[in-house]
């Protein structure tokens, strides 16, 4: 351009409200304009309700391989004897002891330095997150050693536990089905309180279940549908104002669905406190000192369970079907 010159410019040339860029520029840098929240929406799991349901134990030493639990049984029978008899009957005890081998969980996580670095640069803490992930799957597997047990380990859960008593639930709602969904409010009251009487009746009135698990369906179900169509209440209001012994009914997310005799849904009721069952953890969740590998630390996470112990079977049935 010769210096000087001052070049031409047509007022109709100038767009002065829509400003032509080229390919590949911007007025404003990429995501300058963004604004991300503060707060992260996490994904959601499915509740782990055998750490919430279950008394849990950590009694028993970290160091111990195993769990023994001791049952004393009182026998003999009086008579009517004379007034000068010396030949009283003698009563007697006697004991038995049950094992339970103790298992050991396993789970880690890692971070490089950069990783770290980089984390307390943009504030998202990696480490605090991947620790928190391996918590989860160490108590996920205590949630399901609870419930369905670990066959390989030959642990039993308290679905499959040794003893517990069982109730034939009657097949005789709408097209001769045992399904709730085909069932009236005074038909389910009545599988119910049959399977609270085979518990009562096969201990002799000793056992008494006051908690009711149900699969996610049929508690939703039994929840939302009224007895009868004369009244505003539900079949477990109606269940939990009327029964001595029911005072919970809870629900699995999915263990009991499918559970059952081929296939079917499975609803279960117990005694559910310290002196009937218990969830051992000799070791709850721990980790240990990162050890590092070059650039690279790895953190090891361990917990120590024994699973469920169900000390009086009976007081526990379940039934199928529903």
């Known amino acids: 351009m010769t210096p000087g010159y001052a070049p031409t410019v047509r007022r109709d040339q100038i767009q002065w409200g829509n400003p032509r860029l080229d390919a590949g520029e911007s007025a404003f840098f990429m995501r300058e304009l ?28 970290t160091g111990a391989t195993q769990i023994t639990w001791r049952q004393f049984s009182l026998v003999g029978n009086a008579k009517i004897v004379a007034d ?7 009563a007697d005890t006697y004991a038995v002891e049950n094992p339970y081998k103790i298992k050991s969980i396993g789970m880690g996580y890692g971070y490089t330095i950069q990783e770290i670095r980089e984390s307390m640069f943009s504030g998202k803490r990696l480490d605090q997150r991947r620790a928190a992930a391996a918590r989860r799957a160490i108590d996920q597997l ?5 419930l369905i047990g670990s066959a390989d380990d030959g642990i039993f859960g308290l679905i499959n536990f040794p ?49 009711l698990l149900l699969p996610v369906k049929q508690y939703t179900y039994a929840a939302t549908t009224r007895m009868t169509q004369f009244t505003d209440r539900t ?3 109606f269940l939990l104002m009327s029964s001595p012994f029911i005072k919970t009914v809870d629900w699995l997310p999915n263990e009991l669905s499918g559970a059952g005799a081929l296939g079917s849904d499975r609803m279960m009721i117990m005694a559910r406190d310290d002196m009937h069952m218990s969830l ?9 000192d990162p050890q590092q590998h070059g650039l690279e630390f790895d953190v090891p996470c361990h917990a120590r369970t024994a699973g469920l112990l169900i000390y009086y079977p009976q007081s526990v049935a379940y039934g199928d079907g529903i």
Do not use: H
């Open 34 to 61: 963004e604004y991300i929240k503060s707060v992260t929406y996490d994904v959601k799991y499915k509740p782990l309700k055998a750490l919430l349901l279950f008394p849990t134990s950590t009694e028993a030493n």
């Open 84 to 90: 000068y008899g010396n030949d009283f009957p003698k």
């Open 142 to 146: 205590i949630n399901q050693i609870c």
């Open 163 to 211: 003893g517990i008593g069982s109730y034939s639930v009657p097949a005789d709602g709408t097209g001769s089905s045992a399904l709730w969904s085909a069932k009236t409010g005074d038909q389910i009251n009545r599988d119910i309180t049959g399977m609270i009487n085979a518990v009562f009746n096969a201990t002799n009135g000793v056992e008494y279940p006051d908690t």
């Open 235 to 237: 079949i477990l209001e």
């Open 280 to 288: 051992e953890i000799p070791q709850p969740f721990e980790q240990f």
